[in-house]
Structures are given as C-alpha cells and as structure tokens.
C-alpha cells in the first residue's frame, strides 16, 4: 500500500537539500527553467543528475498534471516514475540521493520506495562505475589525464557514462531499454576536469554534456552552464559557434554574477541557463542579472558579434569604436608565455650579474624584479631591448560592479623580461611611447571594451581585440576618449557604472 505521507512529501517538497560536496541547484531555479518549456513533453532525462532536483520538481508537476487522466494517485506516480522520469547519477552517492529524493528511498524496490513496478533497485536512475579510455595518456572522451584519474577499483573515476560512449543513442538503450526518445533532456552538469588542460590547469566539459545532449535530438534541452563559454574558454570556439549560431537557443537568462545564483558559490564569469528548442530558428530572449542589478528582457541576435556581448547597453558605445576602422590593440600585444618563462619560473637572481636582464614576476602575490639570463629566454627576443609595456594576464572581480578589469600595466625598459603573470604590449621606440599606451590602458573606456571579451579572469591576447590603437605621443584621458568616438554622456555615465579607476600605486615605472 503507498504511504500518503510519503507521497504528498513528493509533490509539495522545493527546497529539500543533500548534504554531500556537489553544488545544487536551487528549486527556484528549476522551477524557472521548466517553466520555459512550452510544448508537449512525455518523457525526460537528467543526464548528470546529483541531487534529484529536476527529476523531483518535473515528477511533482506530472503528478498534478496528469490527475485527471490517472485519477488513482498510486497507479499515477508509479507511471510517472517508471515510464517518464530518467537519470544518469554522476557518481554513486549522487544515485542513491536521487532516488531517496524522486522515489523516497534509495532503493527502488525497496519496501519504502513510492513505485512499485521495477525490476531493479536502480529503477530509472541509473549508475555504474564506468572507466576512462585512455589514448597518448588522456581519455579520448573527457580529456581526463591518465595521471590523475587512472584509479584503483574503490575510488571515483569521474567517467560520466552519459559521455564515455560513441553512441549515446544506443547507450541510452542499453541502459533503460527500448524508444528511449526524449523530449526534454535538463541538468546541472559538472563543470570542469581537473588538470585536464595540461599541468594543475582544469579544462571545462560542461559544453561535452550539451553537446552530447543534442545528439540525442531532443525537443527541448536546458541546462545551468559557467558563462565563460560566450567569450572565453579553451576549446570553447566551434561550441560557441554553434549555440550562438543555431538559432536553437530561444531563451537565456545569464548571471555574472554566480554567487547572485548560488549563494555560497562564487567564480569568474557567472553561469545561467538557457532553453534550447529543436523547433526554434530566431532571436532569443535574453535576461541579464549584471552583478546584483536585474536587467530588463530584450530580444537579442546572439551572433551579432563573434562573442557574446552580455549587455545590451555596451553594443551602441562598441559600434560607434568600430565604425573608425583602426587597428586592434591585439596587434601590438603578445601570446600568453611571452618569454617563455612560466610562472612558477625559478632561476633568477635577487641581484643583477653580469649579463643579466630585469625579469618581473609575481612571488607570494607581490610584484617583484628579480634579475635572469638571457639564454634562458625563448620566445618574443625583438622585446628584449625596447620599450614595452606589461599587462597583467590575470585579474579577477568575480562578478562585482563597477569592475576594476585589469590590475595596473607597468612601463618596463630595454633589458626586461616578465614571467607568464604578464603579456607583453610593444615594442615602443621611447620611454614617452610606452608611458602613452600605459595611461590609455589605465583608462576606463580602455578597460570597458577589453571586459566585452574578458569574461574569466584571464586577459589574453584576443580580449583586446576590440580596443582600437591610438597615436603614442600624449597621455590619454576618458574625457579625450569620450570625445574622440562621440559618446553621449549616458554611454559615458555607463562606462564609468561598469569601471572603477585604476590605482597605479603597484605599478613600476622605470
């Protein structure tokens, strides 16, 4: 007999949570997300399902929804459960949590399970531990190192079974069983790989679970993702070509501020959802939460540019600086590792020596200068003996507004080199040229086109690619700026909302 108490704690809980180490997803915000749906919708599936949230909400909407056609709440929850409702755990705590949450134990056979027609204790969230592929000691599906995550028998893998297979579709058979077509696939997937960029680097596989998602032809698809991959992100650009260029996606609500979403939870560049609809092909309404301040919806073309602008109010100012057709700073500013010389670099002296060169790097978060040789250097040697200025690769605001986007730029001289902590803008023929472009770049209107594209806490190369070249023979000011590209002083008013000013007071200036 099915308990009623267990039952109606199945349709009315929102706000239940599990204590274990994965990040949830608030009820408020699947119920946001499910609300965008619009169409029929039979069968659903969590792919990286953790604690039972959107398997939870999506079963106690159907269990109001589908009350006239099953009148009998038993015979009711029990279709739903077993016939329309799929996870994926993504690790086996997460398994048994979903199924305590969606079938009110763990095990779905078990005496206190609220279905009674499996024929496992998995029911329809499934997991099994499942091994990485290895291929020149990466898997040749995540790109998970050898190294780390090659484990023995009792510890996680981390091999997401939704994404350890050639064929999905097939998979998804194995797994549940025949005709299993989805026709709304929604999730929090994992973020990110560690080490999976090479070294202590993490690399993103977000974007590995929508993509794997559309193979599945779904009618909807929505899941809560980083932001980064608008602008950012290691092998982020065919991903970002095609959500921004799909048409597919018809709402985004986007937070760049993740803390503002997830209480507790904080790192550069937000995250939001969007809705993909197989059966969209236009414009997409787009919501904007700019630090803690909520923007009004507005239809936007999300391949205006190459990148996404988040807001809306930055594209006018962007179009009225491109119209003069000048040169992109990125001309003028180096690749990442511009010497050569990581960060963690190390064969310096605290003294100049005979042959030396000025190297600048940053050691326990401090600048320095220390002195280095120079057949230790491998890369950019024209800079070596000229006039440049260094740009700290990395500075994070984590979402707050106004931002300060870069740390400050220092003016370095002939016989200098920096470490990895800085890209390198030049060479310059003078001291004056160099001081030119520092003051520009310690502008707000500088720093307010590189954030457009500055979306992570990394500034490299192409994050100026919207800063236009200047004539480097005076110090610039925002007011000479302002005037120059015709700006209004309500486009100004929002510059300086978005950008604080600079203190120059840690720079070096030789």
């Known amino acids: 007999m099915l308990r009623p108490h267990l039952l109606m704690s199945l349709v009315k809980s929102k706000q239940r949570v599990a204590d274990h180490r994965e990040v949830l997803t608030p009820a408020w915000m699947v119920e946001a997300m499910l609300d965008l749906v619009k169409g029929e919708t039979e069968r659903f599936l969590d792919p990286c399902t953790k604690s039972g949230v959107f398997l939870r909400e999506i079963t106690s909407r159907l269990t109001k929804g589908l009350e006239d056609e099953i009148p009998n709440l038993e015979r009711r929850v029990n279709h739903i459960l077993t016939r329309q409702v799929f996870g994926i755990g993504i690790t086996q705590i997460t398994s048994l949590l979903a199924r305590r949450s969606v079938y009110c134990s763990k095990h779905a056979k078990g005496e206190h399970s609220i279905a009674k027609s499996f024929a496992s204790d998995d029911g329809n969230i499934w997991f099994k531990r499942t091994q990485h592929t290895w291929e020149d000691g990466r898997c040749r599906y995540c790109g998970a190192p050898k190294e780390i995550f090659d484990r023995k028998d009792k510890l996680e893998t981390h091999a997401y079974a939704f994404l350890h297979t050639d064929n999905i579709k097939t998979r998804l058979t194995e797994i549940f069983g025949d005709n299993m077509q989805f026709d709304l696939i929604i999730g929090n997937p994992p973020y990110q790989m560690t080490g999976g960029a090479g070294g202590s680097s993490d690399s993103s596989i977000y974007h590995l679970f929508v993509e794997q998602a559309m193979k599945l032809d779904p009618r909807f698809l929505t899941m809560v993702i980083p932001s980064r991959w608008l602008a950012g992100g290691r092998g982020m650009d065919e991903f970002r070509r095609t959500m921004l260029t799909g048409k597919h996606i018809s709402h985004f609500v986007d937070y760049t501020k993740m803390s503002t979403a997830f209480p507790g939870v904080d790192f550069e560049g937000g995250g939001g959802y969007f809705l993909w609809d197989g059966n969209h092909q236009g414009d997409c309404e787009y919501k904007l939460m700019l630090g803690d301040e909520e923007q009004p919806a507005v239809v936007r073309k999300l391949d205006e540019f190459d990148i ?129 472009v520092q003051s520009y770049t ?31 023979n005076r110090n610039w000011t925002d007011a000479d700026l302002y005037s120059k590209y015709g700006l209004t002083k309500k486009e100004q008013a929002h510059i300086e909302s978005q950008v604080r000013e600079m203190n120059l007071d840690d720079s070096a200036d030789e």
């Open 442 to 472: 310690t502008t707000r209107f500088f720093r307010f086109l590189v954030s457009l594209r500055k979306i992570t806490q990394h500034a490299l190369r192409s994050t100026y690619s919207w800063v236009p070249q200047q004539t480097w």
């Open 308 to 436: 996404f602008v988040r807001d809306m109010r930055a594209v006018t100012i962007l179009i009225k600086v491109q119209r003069l057709g000048e040169p992109s700073m990125s001309d003028l500013v180096s690749g990442d590792t511009p010497f050569g010389l990581a960060t963690n670099y190390s064969e310096y002296e605290e003294k100049p020596f005979r042959g030396s060169v000025a190297l600048y790097l940053t050691d326990r978060g401090r600048r320095n200068v220390c002195y280095t040789t120079r057949s230790n250097l491998r890369k950019n040697l024209h800079l070596i003996d000229s006039w440049k200025v260094f740009l700290p690769e990395a500075y994070g605001d984590r979402g707050a507004v106004p931002a300060v986007v870069l740390g400050p730029p220092i003016v370095a001289p002939p016989d200098s080199v920096c470490t990895q902590t800085y890209l390198v803008a030049g060479p310059f023929a003078s001291k004056k040229a160099a001081a030119s």
